[in-house]
C-alpha cells in the first residue's frame, strides 16, 4: 500500500463496514504524525471525527494524510501550553470528546546503565507528558464526558530486559490510567490503554537499527512474537477506536494487551 493511500482506503473500509462512531466529535491524538499515533488519526477520521493533531513535529510535506485535519504543534511536556492547546480545540469545536495520547520516547538500557537524564527525558515525555494531557482533557470535558485512550505497553505490564526507564514510564501510564479512570468515573469520562508489543513503526526501525546486528534482532522480535509477527500500527487504532467508542460505554480503567499474544506467557 503507498503511503499517501492509506487515508483514503481506511476511509473506503470504514464506508464498507458501516462505522462511523465517531461521526461530529471532535478528537485530539497526541504523537500523531507517526506510526500508532497517525494510524489512530486516520482510523478516526475515517469513523467521522474531525481530527485534531498535537505533535511536536510538523507533518511532512508529502503525506497528504494530514490535509483532513488540524495540526498543532507542541511538546507534551509543556504542561500551560498542553492546557492552552486543550482549552482552544475544545472552543473551537465546541468540545473535546476523545483525546488520545500516542506521543511517546524509547530508550533501552539496563537500570546500572541508565543515566539520570535520559531516565528524566523518558519520564518527563511518556510519563508526565501522558499527564498533562489527560489531566487538560478531563478538566475540559468535565460536564459533557469523554473518553481517553493512553497508549502504555506491554513494557507497562511485565519487566523487561534493558528497558529501565521505558517499563518504568508506561508502568506509570497503566497506574496513571487506572487512578484517572476513578477520578473521571462521576463525570463520566472513561479512561483507558492499550499495551502493545512491537509495532511496524519508525520508532521500532530505529531501535532494530540501533542494535549489533540489525536482521537478526528484526528476526529476533518476530520470532518471540506468539503470532510470528510485529503488530501494525492500524492493528492497535482498531483497539482504540473501540475503546474510545461508545461501544465500550461501561469499560474504563482496562489496560487492552494488543500484543499477539506476548503478555500471555
Ligand atoms: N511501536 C511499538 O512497538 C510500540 C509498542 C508499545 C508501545 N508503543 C508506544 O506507542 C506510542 C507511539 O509509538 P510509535 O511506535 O508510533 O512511535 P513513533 O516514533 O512512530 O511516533 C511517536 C510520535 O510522538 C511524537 N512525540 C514524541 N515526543 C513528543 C513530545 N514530547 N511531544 C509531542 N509529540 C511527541 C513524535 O514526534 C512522533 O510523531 C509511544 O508512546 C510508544 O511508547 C509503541
Not at 498535537?54 to 507534551?76: C, E, H, K, Q
Not at 526507564?165 to 483507558?192: F, H, M, W
Not at 531501535?207 to 518476530?222: C, F, G, L, T
Request: hydrophobic fraction near 45%; charge should be negative; proline fraction near 4%.
Amino acid at each position: 500500500m503507498r503511503r499517501d493511500d492509506d487515508l483514503a482506503i481506511e476511509v473506503q473500509r470504514m464506508r464498507e463496514w458501516g462505522l462511523a462512531r465517531f461521526t461530529g466529535m471532535s478528537v485530539a491524538v497526541t504523537g500523531g504524525i507517526s506510526g500508532i499515533g497517525r494510524a489512530t488519526a486516520i482510523r478516526l477520521f475515517a469513523e467521522g471525527a474531525r481530527v485534531w493533531i498535537i505533535d511536536r513535529n510538523p507533518p511532512a510535506a508529502t503525506d497528504p494524510a494530514f490535509d483532513a485535519m488540524s495540526y498543532i504543534g507542541l511538546d507534551v511536556t509543556d504542561a500551560e501550553s498542553v492546557h492552552s492547546t486543550i482549552t482552544h480545540i475544545a472552543t473551537e469545536s465546541g468540545a473535546v470528546d476523545v483525546v488520545v495520547n500516542a506521543a511517546g520516547i524509547a530508550h533501552s538500557a539496563r537500570v546500572q546503565d541508565t543515566r539520570a537524564n535520559d531516565w528524566s527525558r523518558l519520564i518527563d515525555v511518556n510519563l508526565t507528558g501522558t499527564f498533562n494531557v489527560t489531566a487538560a482533557a478531563m478538566r475540559a470535558m468535565k460536564g459533557r464526558g469523554g473518553a481517553i485512550v493512553n497508549i502504555a505497553s506491554d513494557a507497562g505490564l511485565v519487566g523487561q530486559l534493558a528497558q529501565a526507564a521505558y517499563c518504568a514510564s508506561k508502568g506509570g501510564v497503566v497506574q496513571l490510567t487506572r487512578a484517572a479512570a476513578l477520578d473521571g468515573a462521576p463525570d463520566a469520562i472513561r479512561v483507558n490503554c492499550v499495551c502493545p508489543c512491537f509495532v511496524e513503526t519508525p520508532l521500532v526501525d530505529a531501535w532494530i537499527a540501533e542494535q549489533p546486528d540489525p536482521s537478526a534482532a528484526r528476526a529476533a522480535v518476530q520470532s518471540d512474537q506468539p503470532i510470528g509477527r510485529m503488530g501494525r500500527p492500524q492493528e492497535v487504532a482498531a483497539a482504540v477506536a473501540y475503546l474510545a467508542s461508545a461501544e465500550a460505554n461501561f469499560v474504563t480503567g482496562v489496560a487492552l494487551a494488543v500484543d499477539g499474544g506476548t503478555t500471555a506467557r
